[in-house]
């Protein structure tokens, strides 16, 4: 029995030797080239930085590819070619057959259909869900809604609700050219990417205006006697975006305007005239301690203008600045004329009182605007 059980195991182990050590069990070498293929930094901000503005300077040149063109037979003994790309866009998947993305082989998901090489693909692509077979892209889902309907019927759509600076990025990214559009659609969205080109360049110039009026007047600051307390209250005054409290005095001033156009609507009613023992309307209504607020409110505001403005010469010559003058002077003149017993006082008030109102009306205009 013990000389049959020996020379079963020289059957099973003729190589093994007594005294000699078990082969050591090599690691498989491709482990590492799996955890580079399937691992893939985020980098999906990376062309947002370049300039889309050209429609079509861009698209015209081609791609620089070290691979031929790939050929139908080659889509076709695919071992995927009846299955579906799983493209995921900002959390909304979409089912791409791979002959149609392989239609258009210099677009983005043209090239994720025909590469072969997995590693290839994941640069292409934001991230990678391995159960799944999903290649993730941190893109807008809504305009990709039109490049998945290209790859379906061959023609790029364009709505109008959609922005044409991100649109031309997006395009840009996928790989997808203008050209691809419809005519009538192409020309539309062209008179809207002119205007818009219209409208950032007057807001450029704009703000490059302020900017330098900004810089000007922060020189003529620095010059003047108290010259940072003068700027920040000429700054409160005259820029309400410019802080919370310039805000803050913006909403205040176009308050007591509706206060004064309140006042004055309310002046036309004889009922809220006071009366003469004879019962007729004396010019003088009930509200006139609400009118005097708002006149003294006025007052102090082209005040803290006038000794915070860095140009005496600029502000005297200001239109707003003269009108908001003579809106404050006929109250003034009136409280001066009450300490005088004229017999035509009583005559004249009412005017006066409707030159007031109506001057601070056309000044105060531009801020309830």
């Not at 379906?152 to 364009?158: D, M, P, Q, W, Y």
Request: proline content about 5%.
């Amino acid at each position: 029995m013990l000389t049959h059980l020996r020379a079963r195991s020289r059957s099973l182990f003729s190589s093994y030797k007594p005294g000699s050590q078990a082969p050591e069990v090599q690691e498989p070498a491709f482990h590492l080239d799996l955890i580079n293929t399937f691992i893939k930094p985020w980098n999906s901000m990376q062309d947002l930085s370049r300039d889309i503005y050209d429609l079509y300077a861009e698209y015209e040149r081609e791609e620089v590819d070290d691979r031929l063109p790939v050929s139908p037979s080659r889509i076709l003994r695919s071992p995927t070619k009846h299955l579906n790309l799983n493209i995921n866009v900002g959390g909304t998947l979409y089912l791409l057959p791979y002959r149609l993305a392989a239609r258009y082989p210099k677009t983005r998901i043209g090239r994720l259909a025909t590469y072969t090489d997995h590693s290839r693909k994941l640069d292409l692509c934001d991230d990678y869900i391995v159960h799944s077979n999903e290649f993730f892209f941190d893109r807008d889902p809504r305009i990709f809604h039109n490049i998945f309907n290209f790859y379906r019927t061959g023609v790029l759509s364009i709505k109008d609700e959609l922005c044409p600076h991100n649109f031309l990025e997006e395009i840009h990214y996928w790989g997808v050219r203008i050209k691809y559009s419809q005519r009538c659609c192409r020309i539309s969205f062209e008179e809207r990417q002119d205007e818009l080109n219209e409208q950032l360049k007057i807001q450029k110039e704009l703000m490059a205006e302020a900017l330098q009026l900004e810089v000007e007047n922060k020189a003529a600051f620095d010059h003047m006697t108290l010259g940072l307390i003068r700027r920040r209250i000429w700054n409160l005054m005259e820029k309400p975006f410019s802080s919370i409290p310039a805000k803050l005095m913006g909403v205040a001033s176009s308050f007591f305007v509706l206060v004064s156009l309140v006042a004055m609507t309310l002046n036309t009613v004889e009922e809220m005239q006071y009366k003469t023992p004879s019962g007729q309307p004396s010019g003088r209504f009930y509200g006139e301690n609400a009118e005097t607020f708002c006149i003294c409110f006025f007052t102090l505001e082209y005040l803290l203008r006038l000794i915070s403005t860095p140009d005496l010469k600029c502000f005297g010559r200001s239109v707003l600045n003269t009108v908001d003058l003579i809106a404050i002077l006929p109250h003034y003149l009136q409280m001066i004329l009450e300490c005088f017993e004229d017999k035509d006082f009583h005559l004249h008030s009412g005017d006066i009182e409707t030159v007031a109102r109506v001057g601070k009306v056309q000044s105060r205009g531009d801020v309830c605007v």
